[in-house]
């Protein structure tokens, strides 16, 4: 059953506190990207990977880390320095960019994210 | 700076009604144009995708058009269902990173 998964679905958190999200996908994507959502606002990028052990900054990296060791894993940390992290996080994945089909990203189910 | 502006922000219609949501963008150079269907609490879904030289496509009750001249797109929904009720939003590939709109509100109401 191929697919993009993250785990929990939902997580709660104390302040100050680090926290890492899962990402794994098996439909054998170069490319994967953590996005954002907050209510009323579009995604916004965080971070991305188009290949195993690189990975860029996007629009809101700030607060953030993430690691990329091995294809189908694109892990999220959300640090004590980021101030706002309670929102819905996305992760995606898709074909290398360049490499035609359109580069459909594929989304995983989302993180509901609560800082207490 | 790319961006995709979406209207309107929210909708409400009776079931059945028709509706036609709106985007418009200034992203360079332009790849691809993405409608994507997103539940409350999911993931968004792909619904379809257009290349410049592409103006309407269809997937069952969603048509997409686009003018590449005006860069305006436009997704139109024909006999809504309660189902239908999510949130619309519009994509467009220049480079490597997408851009994404805010997305528009749908509620269908019995």
């Known amino acids: 059953d191929g697919g993009i998964t993250q785990s929990p679905k939902y997580l709660f958190r104390k302040e100050g506190q680090n926290v890492t999200l899962s990402c794994e996908q098996n439909?054998?994507?170069?490319?994967m990207y953590w996005y954002r959502q907050d209510p009323g606002q579009g995604l916004r990028l965080i971070y991305y990977s188009q290949i195993v052990n690189d990975f860029q900054k996007g629009d809101i990296a700030e607060g953030y880390s993430v690691s990329r060791e091995k294809k189908e894993s694109f892990p999220l940390t959300v640090t004590s320095a980021q101030k706002n992290p309670t929102a819905f996080y996305l992760c995606?994945?898709?074909?290398?960019?360049?490499?035609?089909?359109?580069?459909?990203?594929?989304f995983g189910p989302g993180t509901r994210l609560t800082v207490l | 700076k790319n961006q995709v502006e979406q209207s309107p922000q929210s909708l409400i219609i009776l079931e059945g009604k028709n509706c036609t949501l709106q985007?418009?963008?200034?992203?360079?150079?332009?790849?691809?144009l993405r409608w994507y269907k997103q539940d409350t609490g999911r993931g968004p879904v792909s619904l379809t995708i257009?290349?410049?030289?592409?103006n309407t496509k269809s997937n069952g009750r969603y048509t997409a058009t686009l003018d590449a001249d005006t860069k305006q797109s436009s997704l139109h929904i024909t006999a809504s269902q309660l189902s239908d009720s999510a949130s619309y939003i519009c994509?467009?590939?220049?480079?490597?990173?997408?851009?994404f709109g805010r997305g528009t509100s749908l509620i269908v109401h019995p």
């Open positions: 994509v467009v590939r220049g480079g490597d990173i997408p851009t």
């Open positions: 257009m290349t410049f030289s592409e």
């Open positions: 995606a994945s898709s074909i290398a960019p360049g490499t035609g089909s359109y580069n459909e990203q594929f």
């Open positions: 439909l054998n994507h170069d490319a």
């Open positions: 985007c418009n963008y200034t992203v360079s150079p332009f790849s691809n």
